[in-house]
Antibody, heavy 122, light 110 residues
Framework: EVQLVQSGAEVKKPGESLKISCKGS????????IAWVRQMPGKGLEWMGI????????RYSPSFQGQVTISADKSISTAYLQWRSLKASDTAMYYC???????????????WGQGTLVTVSS | QSALTQPASVSGSPGQSITISCTGT?????????VSWYQQHLGKAPKLMIY???KRPSGVSNRFSGSKSGNTASLTISGLQAEDEGEYYC??????????FGGGTKVTVL
């Protein structure tokens, strides 16, 4: 059974750093992309970016380029989303998801993690 | 890369049919037959309802159907039921290994 299990909720102060994780199981981790999706309180889904753990090919939405870092450790089948300096506006639920793809073409997000709630407040 | 355009809300009575539109551009919806639709209930992760424009994953009711014309995709829910209430998002491949979401549509069963 394919599963994406995300790390737990975080409460941080502005300016602090943070790295949240998404562990894949039940499939070959290096053969599928992992995407990150943001959902701010009461708002819609936003595409942040994606990584292919097999070769670490990483793509970012222009809105998130330079704001976050996506990485993966294929030895432990885990993808990460990282901030160097959090802002209050980073408060949101963050989902990882696995796209069904053919090569570099992404078709749809068929498996989702349970979400990690990040709260940034002084 | 702008978000796809969806109506903010759509409502219908039980048993009726409703349609949610999703308008993109020739760079995303219009270029690929790779629109997917997701249902999200409050506090839950999104669930895939339609993929590749009109295909249903195993386990999704055949009351859900999808279509596309030009730069606009549509999701139709027929025989509306109370359990269909929630938020619905469209999503399209936008080239270069990127996806773009719509702003979401709140479905209310009256």
């Amino acid at each position: 059974e394919v599963q994406l299990v995300q790390s737990g909720a975080e409460v941080k102060k502005p300016g602090e750093s943070l790295k949240i994780s998404c562990k894949g199981s039940g499939y070959t981790f290096t053969s599928y992309w992992i995407a990150w999706v943001r959902q701010m309180p009461g708002k819609g889904l936003e595409w942040m970016g994606i990584i292919y753990p097999g070769d670490s090919d990483t793509r970012y939405s222009p809105s998130f380029q330079g704001q976050v870092t996506i990485s993966a450790d294929k030895s432990i089948s885990t993808a990460y989303l990282q901030w160097r300096s959090l802002k209050a506006s980073d408060t949101a639920m963050y989902y990882c998801a696995r796209p069904y793809s053919s090569g570099r073409t992404l078709y749809y997000l068929d498996y989702w993690g349970q979400g990690t709630l990040v709260t940034v407040s002084s | 890369q702008s978000a796809l355009t969806q109506p903010a809300s759509v409502s219908g009575s039980p048993g009726q049919s409703i349609t949610i539109s999703c308008t993109g551009t020739s760079s995303d919806v219009g270029s690929y037959n790779l629109v997917s639709w997701y249902q999200q209930h409050l506090g839950k992760a999104p669930k895939l309802m339609i993929y590749e424009g009109s295909k249903r994953p195993s386990g999704v009711s055949n009351r859900f159907s999808g279509s596309k014309s030009g730069n606009t995709a549509s999701l139709t829910i027929s025989g509306l039921q109370a359990e269909d209430e929630g938020e619905y998002y469209c999503c399209s491949y936008a080239g270069r290994s990127t996806l773009v979401f719509g702003g979401g549509t709140k479905v209310t069963v009256l």
